[in-house]
């Protein structure tokens, strides 16, 4: 296999429980610049994982880095699983609970009235305090660790499918629900979010993405696989690259030219009709 990552390699990863999205962009960074002997690679990730989450992690290299924006920017799908009745601080198992409250009144039934009548369409939601969100400048979750108030303002989200795959009730107040939703949800939030509406709270005890854009779990390869296949490709040198790159810019400046001589010539034309 033939891999040019300064011009521009995507990666799509299965994200393990415990790694930063970060990590894993470090870790591919580190090998890129072993085998390239260069350290002018970029690499970056679209849409973050939390450390408690697996699943779809799209990882970019060199000049595609570009397409981030839109390769981040399509449809999302997410398994998850929530524990009624108690809530943390951090709407998931990173903190410890924080209060208990009822939920034996919850049914199946009511959970999907719920997500059908409240959860459904565009919906308004306010991010976690522990979260990458700015706030006067800082990362939310860097101030809330410290104890600070945190005031997110609400953003304007699309849940196009919502439903409830899997049910303890009424033994335990365990369920797990699959959420098709646009960029930018957290689903800690949501899990947060339906709690309240069930009249008890709720947090997230699992989560894995199964779905970015048209990327799938099934196209994924594991972090090891791919960490693997790159310790063992063959390279575009880097000087290669930058001779094609410079090759590549030639090439449409002088398809510009062309294009806007031949266009000065037709309105030259277009004059001389007019005169006769």
Not at 9 to 22: H, R
Not at 131 to 154: H, M, Q
Not at 187 to 212: C, F, K, N, P, W
Request: hydrophobic share 35%.
């Amino acid at each position: 296999m033939l891999l040019n990552p300064i011009e521009g390699e995507i990666f799509y990863i299965d994200k393990p429980l415990g790694l930063t999205s970060f990590s894993v962009v470090k870790q591919l960074r580190a090998c890129l610049r072993r085998k390239l002997k260069t350290r002018s690679i970029k690499v970056g990730h679209a849409g973050t994982l939390d450390p408690l989450a697996s699943g779809v992690l799209v990882v970019v290299t060199g000049r595609k880095t570009k397409l981030i924006e839109t390769l981040q920017g399509g449809v999302k799908e997410y398994v998850a699983g929530l524990r009624l009745g108690a809530t943390t601080p951090s709407f998931d198992m990173e903190t410890q609970e924080d209060a208990t409250m009822p939920w034996e009144h919850i049914t199946d039934e009511r959970i999907r009235e719920v997500l059908a009548s409240r959860f459904t369409g565009k919906i308004e939601q306010v991010p976690p305090s522990f979260s990458a969100c700015k706030v006067d400048g800082k990362p939310a979750y860097k101030l809330a660790r410290r104890g600070e108030d945190v005031a997110i303002r609400p953003k304007t989200l699309v849940i196009d499918e919502i439903e409830l795959v899997d049910s303890k009730l009424p033994q335990q107040p365990d369920i797990t629900i699959r959420v098709l939703c646009s960029k930018g949800t957290y689903i800690r939030a949501l899990a947060r979010d339906i709690g309240t509406a069930l009249e008890s709270g709720a947090y997230l005890t699992s989560l894995r993405r199964t779905r970015v854009g048209d990327v799938r779990v099934k196209d994924c390869l594991s972090l090891s696989q791919v960490l693997d296949m790159l310790s063992d490709a063959d390279y575009v040198s880097a000087e290669d690259a930058e001779a094609a790159r410079l090759e590549r810019e030639r090439e449409e400046n002088r398809a510009r030219q062309a294009a806007m001589t031949s266009r000065r010539e037709a309105r030259a034309r277009a004059r001389e009709s007019q005169v006769k």
